[in-house]
């Protein structure tokens, strides 16, 4: 069974990836928030630009790096001519200012600048968010990621419960596989090019009864394995893949923390001082 | 005075769901250091007994227990599963579902990472405890890139650096091919030697047998039948009353009627005393009447044939051909390319260069569907093929699909029904039958579609000697009767040995051999280069100074004449 998932199970050795499991989630947590918290480009623009660097740095395979980055950033393309459509007076409303119409195409339908700079920022808050996760995601390794759980007080059975997931969905979608085979060769058509969707979906449940009773016995042995290593003896417990932190993860994470500290200052000064703006627009008339 | 680590005292075990006991009135002391087989058929007990001593019972599976069951000087009722763990490690029978974590250190680290050990003190442990099972250069490997017998050897790496003095192996043997199980029976025997008290539980007595066992224990229907040295077990010829297999040489020595029961050394092909024995040569006469000679029409022509999977090459420029009524055994270890072969016969991928051809007629063109009419594909574990909840909804199930005609269905079924003994059951729940039988629907459902192939993958997985025959036999009815042609993907050499004529043999993508069974099993280098293992034929061969082809083409002659 190969690997088909673009998360890597086995950390390479780069300066990201030599970092803990704690350092990683936290200042992936950290980073998601910073670009949750505002429509600006100011702190938008700079994160963006430092995660192309930071997934070089990665060494990621570009090939299947640079498709998912083109995928998802037409799917947010689409996003965004629908939010048009919806309501092609969006920016007005976001940038608190008059509109200034570029191109008409009826009574309805115009293009103006807010609009126009409110689906781009709006563009580029999804794609550094993506970036940051893209960048996470490469960098951890499920068990890592199940140690840096664990490292910021998540109960350690949610921490298993994401490591065997990644341990065993692979092996059940080999089953799936296998048993789908089957059954085609039995004469049931699951072609696309024969069958309508819903024909076909109702075939597929065929493909559920004896998945899910393999899935079972597999859990039961699973179970005995985890009873018999003493799973659950103590409140805690260690992770073998969470190695010693060096200074970096230190430094990291003092960053972290002072990062989600700004976001939180950045959003009350926001209340406090400038309540009504919703978004930095530089080009107010 | 030995010590005894294991006593079981009147005891009896009673699970919640059934009505009888599981386990009856046990009583057995094991002492410290000693080797011992739990011997039996499935549903004898043997797991239950081994799920009392890990402690499993009563802490996962609910039970009345009477009596005592003391391991370690506890109790089992009242000590914890994690304080038995402490002194008694299992390896289970499923070697990949035990795996449970993402690398083999971690696997490793698995038990030291419950018990909060720092990490600092993990790491030489894990290192001490991969060493002695010869896993060290594989530590960061994911489970997916390792064969069976690598996953079990990290399973006991798992269980062996807590210093336990107890170690039970669950059907060690299960799912191996036939050089990693002779490999996992070596290190079992090193691991011994370090005084550690070992039971394994096995029905494949001849594999076992490999290296020395100090104690046989034979379970049926939850009682011991058996309890002694094995060359007293083999003296009494009480095997095949429980439904265990005779190891080959002894039912090859019985064959030729040579009187082997009042020897000394029996349980030892190599040093059982057979100097007085005369004329091996006469007695180990072969009938050339019988000699395979096959040149029924040609059915299935595999010409040329080459796949890879992700740039490499899983089969490089394979041609064979299958005649109508052959059985043939597909054999060869795990990755060479003998599943990939029958995938691409079953038209499931398709071949990057070659023809397949059935009946002279190309099939490379037809979809899996299409194909699935004129060969069936039984996989290797039934509980993957059953989608239907009645026996009889399962067996129309693809007939249905090819919209026959409601006659034409109704006859085929009951056809297929009455072939496969299930008539008298066609209209029980699936669910209520046992693996066995399973297995003999999921052959119904596809024998309904008459076939002109049937290919099964390791039909003889998951079932013990009684079971195994059954199902064998009943193919064997059908090839003989019907005509069917078969070909078994296997690394059984038992099976190869009992059920087939011809075995094409794979390794590293290639065929390396294609020919008679007996002579493939006589040739060493073969054997070496496919990982298998000689049977004890072979041994015996040796022994008497005769030819090994003559002894297994003997064997295979007169056994199944009977």
Redesign the interface.
Known sequence: MKNQFIINLVPKDTFIHRLTGKTKVLLFISFIFYTLISFDLRLLLPLFIVTFPVLKSLKPNWKVVISLFAFIFFMNFINLIIYWLVDPNIGNYYTNSKNTILITLNTHYYVSLQTLWYLAIRHLKLMTSFMVSLVFILSITPSELAAGLYGLKVPYKLCTIVSLAFRYIPDISNDFDNIKISLQARGLELDKRRLNIIKRLRDNIFILLPLIVSSFDRIGTIANALDLRAYGLLNKRTYYCEHEPSKYDYILRYISVIVILLSFTWIVSRLIWVPSTRMWYPFEG | MQKPVIVFDQFCFCYDSQQENTLNNINLTIYEGQKVLILGQSGSGKSTLIHCI???IP??FSGTITGSCKVAGMETTHAS??SL?QEVG?V?Q?S????????V??DV????????????E?IPK?KQATDKVGMTDFL?Q???NLSGGQKQKVSLA??LHENVNILLFDEPLASLDPLSGYQAIELIDQIHKENKTILIVEHRLEEVMAKSIDRVIVMNNGEITFDGTLESLLRLNILSKVGLREPLYLQALRLANVDYLNRNNIQNVNKINLDDVKDFVEKFKIDKQKSYDFDCDLLLEIDNVSFAY?DTNVINNISFDIRKGERVAFIGKNGAGKSTMA?LI???IKPDQGEIRLNKKNILAL???E???KI??V?Q?P?????KHLIRDEIS???L??KLSREEIETRVNEALKICDLFSMRNWPVSAVSYGQRKRITVA??LA?KPDILILDEPSAGQDYTHYSEIMDFLDTLNKEYGVTFIFITHDMHLAIEYTDRAIVFADSRIIADDTIYQIMSNREIIDRANLKQTSLYDLANKIGISPQRVIQYFIQNRRSI
């Open positions: 890990n402690g499993l802490f996962s599963i994690f763990s299992t289970l499923d990949d579902a035990q795996f449970v974590a993402l690398s250190e971690e680290a698995f038990a030291l990472e419950n018990q909060a050990i720092p990490r600092d993990m894990v960061k994911v489970p997916f798992g269980v992700e995938k079953c038209g499931f979809s899996i569907r194909i699935g009419e069936g594909f996989m574990n509980n993957q093929m059953l989608v199930f693809a007939l699909q090819h459902a596809i579609l």
